[in-house]
């Protein structure tokens, strides 16, 4: 009887480390390295002006924070305001300087970096080249994927002109 009881208590304990086993929490390392991949999709289905993936990663609750604009609120929001920046004929997109900061439980990050943006100027109707930095901050939803909560688009001012020397 004593076999046969321990002989539960084993196949409990197994059937429960093969379930607790199947859910390896994420670590930062983990998240650093998926987050980065996600942003390197998103960049190249953006510049590929295919603004359906580009906003694929965004929650729910998504909000948008880009500068002389409302803010934009929710995953169709951002869908709008994307299809119009990719059917600029003069948009280009590129991000460098790349960095992600994650927490340790591996359920937040963020994503920074520098952007070079070539759109339509409206008053002059000639392309225009803005350089700046965004952040993107992501978080787990209920099922463990990674998704873009978050992101603050600012310009940065151009370069002073060189000045002749004195």
């Known amino acids: 009887?004593?076999?046969?009881?321990?002989?539960?208590?084993?196949?409990?304990?197994?059937?429960?480390?093969l379930v607790t086993g199947c859910h390896h929490k994420p670590d930062a390392t983990k998240t650093s390295v998926e987050v980065?991949?996600?942003?390197?999709?998103?960049?190249a289905a953006f510049a590929a002006r295919d603004a359906d993936k580009a906003v694929s990663w965004d929650a729910p609750d998504f909000t948008g924070m880009f500068?002389?604009?409302?803010?934009?609120?929710?995953?169709?929001a951002d869908r709008a305001l994307t299809k119009q920046q990719v059917a600029d004929p003069a948009m280009k997109f590129s991000v460098s300087d790349v960095i992600v900061d994650a927490g340790k439980s591996g359920d937040l990050a963020v994503w920074r970096a520098k952007y070079s943006y070539t759109y339509?100027?409206?008053a002059t109707k000639q392309p225009k080249t803005e350089v700046g930095n965004w952040i993107v901050g992501?978080?787990?939803?209920?099922?463990?994927?990674?998704?873009?909560a978050w992101g603050v688009v600012s310009d940065t001012p151009s370069a002073p002109a060189a000045q002749p020397p004195a």
């Open 1 to 17: 009887m004593l076999a046969t009881h321990k002989a539960h208590l084993f196949t409990a304990a197994a059937a429960l480390a």
């Open 36 to 43: 980065k991949a996600n942003m390197t999709e998103m960049v």
């Open 67 to 76: 500068h002389g604009m409302a803010d934009v609120h929710g995953q169709e």
């Open 120 to 122: 339509t100027d409206p």
């Open 138 to 148: 992501w978080k787990r939803d209920g099922d463990g994927k990674l998704k873009e």
